[in-house]
């Protein structure tokens, strides 16, 4: 064999996988056919994410006022914000790199498909060669969604991969989904000046977040003079010389000079070999079990083709667990408490179970939530919108879910995770002391609510 551990796809799943493979001893191969970092580092977390903050940062710089400065009148430079954009992934992506030749590990660049259990043929510049593993990892990810009918064409009626290629920002667009990719590309061409509007299929943004984060989220948008139309479709689209026109279910038609489709995310497991070899899937997805082992013992699968929870923290988790258990550890993963954060202006974070998920089990709940603006430190920064919500149950106490919209939250949801994982209760949060002041005392003052002893409101 030509490895111990050969992985197809170098995204956070996959690369991680090799890294931690190697530090157990393993001879590692990956294979990628693109840049390494897969889509996170290139199409999606990395590249939005810096968006967003030059975006947040721009926001910033008009409310000098009340911070007590005044400065020049500022404007978006947005080929410089995207030329940033671009920086900053190709700084990860080296660091990617000098993690592989740290860690002795061979990048075998090209397309890889199944022929057997071991082994999988490597296409590049129209040349196949063969490579062997003893056990395989697949990590082949995703791509953008594309709706039937629809006449992408990468200028006008774009994809989120497409999107990170515009060179100058539309005056209008119109996305098409409302869940965490849409929003946030929504929240970055409003801050930056583009008149944006939403059409959501389903009765509320992040369909499947708790209500309340989403209801909130409806609200800051509006205000935001965002048109929202829930519960709507998009019929049509005809791209015309002032970009395209839209009619939407509801009888409406819209002129818009692009149109941004963001309804979620296609496996890839087409076209890999998995049939030839036997591996199962279900609806595309490849099947797995607790240790990420597929219905062929020695072929693991992780990140997205598996399908289980589209986020590049679990990819990496799974590409941790399936090495692991290759090497003979006993590890398996654990979804119940994985938190998700969306990336608006105003960052909305959940771990753990929402209200509507509580009440569809017919749990016996309780809930309690706290503002940031009742926070020292978030009216010293100016960051008092927002609040931080705790659904535990109602008689043990046991954190059953956290919500929390707002500045930060991103971070301030890990707390709240490790709570859960540990099987903690409000008590316990309330008596753990927080530093003051600062935005996680957003947690423990939440906790102090849910008890009914809360101190600052």
């Given amino acids: 064999m030509d490895y111990d551990i050969l992985i197809l796809g170098a995204g956070p799943g996959g690369y991680v996988a090799g890294i931690r493979a190697a530090q157990l001893g393993a001879k590692v191969g990956i294979i990628e056919e693109r840049e390494l970092g897969g889509v996170c580092l290139n199409r999606g977390c990395i590249p939005t994410k810096a968006l967003i903050e030059s975006a947040h940062s721009y926001s910033t710089t008009k409310r000098g006022a009340e911070f007590g400065f005044t400065c020049s009148e500022s404007k978006p430079d947005f ?30 660049r090209g397309r890889g498909k199944l022929l057997d259990k071991h082994t999988i043929e490597v296409t590049a510049d129209g040349a196949a060669r063969k490579v062997t593993g003893e056990n395989l ?19 006008t009626v774009l994809t989120s991969d497409d999107a990170l290629k515009l060179d100058k920002l539309p005056a209008s667009m119109l996305i098409v989904g409302g869940g965490y990719i849409g929003v946030e590309w929504a929240s970055i061409f409003e801050q930056f000046g583009c008149q944006v509007t939403i059409v959501e299929l389903m009765d509320q943004l992040l369909p499947r977040s708790d209500s309340d984060l989403a209801k909130e989220l409806f609200r800051l948008f509006k205000k935001k003079k965002m048109d929202i139309f829930l519960g709507t479709k998009v019929e049509a689209v005809e791209v015309n010389a002032a970009g395209a026109k839209c009619k939407l279910s509801n009888g409406q038609e819209l002129q818009v000079e692009k149109v941004l489709v963001s309804i979620g995310r296609s496996i890839n497991s087409k076209g890999i070999g998995l049939d030839e070899v036997g591996v199962k899937t279900e609806r595309g997805a490849v099947t797995i079990d607790e240790q990420c082992r597929t219905s062929v013992p020695n072929i693991y699968a992780i990140g997205d083709v598996t399908a289980k929870m589209m986020l590049a923290h679990v990819a990496t988790r799974q590409g941790i667990v399936a090495v692991e258990s290759i090497m003979g550890h006993h590890v398996k993963m654990d979804y119940r408490v994985i938190p998700a954060c969306v990336f608006t202006e105003f960052e909305i974070s959940s771990v753990g179970k929402s209200n509507v998920e509580c009440k569809a089990a017919g749990l016996d709940v309780k809930e309690a939530k706290f503002p940031f603006m009742a926070l020292g430190k978030a009216q010293a920064t100016g960051e008092t919108y927002g609040w931080a919500k705790i659904i535990a149950d109602a008689k043990s106490g046991e954190v059953i879910g956290v919500h929390i919209i707002g500045a930060h939250s991103s971070a301030l949801i890990a707390e709240a995770a490790l709570a859960m994982s540990m ?10 002391i927080h530093a003051h002041p600062t935005m996680p005392e957003v947690i423990s003052e939440c906790a102090e609510a849910w008890l009914g002893k809360a101190i600052h409101v």
């Fill in 79 to 108: 080929t410089r914000v995207m030329k940033r954009k671009e920086e900053v992934s190709e700084r990860l992506r080296k660091g990617i790199e000098s993690l592989m030749k740290k860690n002795k590990i061979d990048v075998i």
């Fill in 137 to 155: 990892i697949l990590a082949t990810g995703s791509e953008p969604l594309r709706l039937p009918g629809f006449p992408f064409d990468g200028k």
């Fill in 423 to 432: 099987e903690a209760t409000v008590e316990s949060i309330a008596n753990t």
